[in-house]
């Protein structure tokens, strides 16, 4: 199979997404999940997504769709990159397992069916604040948050590209 077939393959539909956590489950995998936007992929993402991949054995991301992130106040030209191309480059790394692109104001039906092991965000969110933490304690699911690189996020790279 050619790479780009192979990075395709892991960006999933919903229903192709619980056909895998089946799988999955049987073979007792842990598995991770975390969301987000991921604009511009920058070593602030690469660094994030690695340490929430350290935390289990399977790695699921789920990436806001364009609509979605138009509604998260980023700015008027956000996003800067179309929904599909963003899901490929998260899809690209090969530390990610599956890309699941969600059009809902939060991850939280995504968190229900998946019922990860470790649900992972910035620590920019204190536990409290993580959308699904109620669902993984109800469960005894772990919620843990990972320390961003000072420096890096797409908003300082867009304004560092339009001074």
């Excluded at 690695?50 to 399977?58: E, F, Q, V, Y």
Aim: glycine share 6%.
């Amino acid at each position: 199979m050619n790479a780009l077939k192979v990075i395709n393959n892991r960006i999933v539909t919903k229903e192709e997404l619980i056909f895998t956590l089946n799988r999955w489950r049987f073979k007792d995998e842990k598995i991770v999940f975390t969301n987000g936007c991921f604009d511009i992929l920058h070593k602030g993402h690469v660094d994030y997504l690695s340490k929430a991949k350290d935390m289990g054995s399977k790695l699921i991301v789920a990436v806001n769709n364009d609509e979605s992130v138009r509604t998260l106040n980023k700015g008027s030209n956000r996003p800067l990159q179309d929904e599909n191309s963003r899901a490929m480059l998260i899809a690209a790394l090969h530390f990610v397992d599956l890309v699941v692109v969600f059009g809902t104001p939060t991850p939280l039906e995504l968190i229900e069916i998946v019922r990860p092991d470790v649900l992972v965000k910035g620590s920019d969110y204190q536990l409290h604040e993580i959308v699904g933490h109620e669902v993984l304690a109800a469960y005894g699911g772990e919620v843990k948050t990972i320390d961003y690189i000072e420096g890096y996020s797409t908003t300082s790279i867009i304004k560092k590209a339009c001074q």
